[in-house]
């Protein structure tokens, strides 16, 4: 299996990178676009700002490998919302896989704190990405987020998470899918979903 981890300017890639390699895989951290369409899985992960990160995949041409990739595409984080049409962040024009925007956390209450850090469930979770998990009604299961920004609920959300407000905490339409929570840092929970990611039919 070969595992391609989109390397941009964003954080977190290497915390990826050994999440993977934790799955007896031993993915390649790369810019080639040559190599990521090669791939037969590739992860766009990251923790960033919305804007300078869009120009750098511009200028390196990684816009549009990225939407253009006909195998599984897992975003995650900054990478599932720069996925979106649009972001609040720095009003910013994103890569238009999911035509939705992300939207700037507005807390209601003292105690709603921006940005979300920390654990929170994931519910109503569909599609095959969240394969083996039971029914989230019974029993939640808890994820790590850190996240300003987020995208409503839309028709491509497949997890629900609720801070300040119900939104997607993952995404999927035809071979990509996104989480806005880590998996990499989320335990047992983040390594299955790694996992189901993997072990797609591609």
Not at 20 to 32: A, H, Q, S, W
Not at 53 to 59: D, E, I, S, V
Not at 116 to 130: A, C, H, P, R, V
Request: hydrophobic letters at 35%; one cysteine or more; charged letters at 25%.
């Amino acid at each position: 299996m070969n595992v391609a981890i989109v390397k941009y300017n964003a954080g977190n890639i290497g915390s990826v990178e050994n999440a993977v390699r934790r799955l007896g895989i031993e993915p390649v951290v790369t810019d080639d676009v040559e190599r990521i369409r090669r791939a037969d899985r590739v992860i766009f992960p990251g923790q960033g700002e919305a804007h300078s990160t869009m120009a750098y995949l511009k200028a390196h041409g990684l816009d549009e490998v990225i939407v253009n990739l006909k195998q599984p595409v897992l975003g995650i984080c900054i990478g599932m919302q720069l996925l979106c049409r649009h972001s609040e962040e720095q009003d910013t024009d994103c890569l238009g896989v999911f035509d939705v925007d992300v939207k700037r956390f507005q807390p209601q209450r003292h105690e709603d704190k921006v940005p979300q850090m920390g654990w929170n469930t994931i519910e109503q979770t569909k599609s095959d990405l969240f394969k083996g998990f039971g029914s989230s009604a019974e029993k939640p299961e808890f994820v790590y987020f850190i996240h300003s920004f987020y995208v409503p609920l839309c028709d491509w959300t497949i997890a629900t998470t609720n801070y300040t407000l119900p939104y997607s905490s993952a995404l999927h339409k035809d071979n990509f899918y996104a989480t806005q929570f880590h998996p990499e840092k989320s335990g047992r929970v983040g390594e299955r979903i790694l996992k189901n990611f993997i072990e797609m039919r591609g």
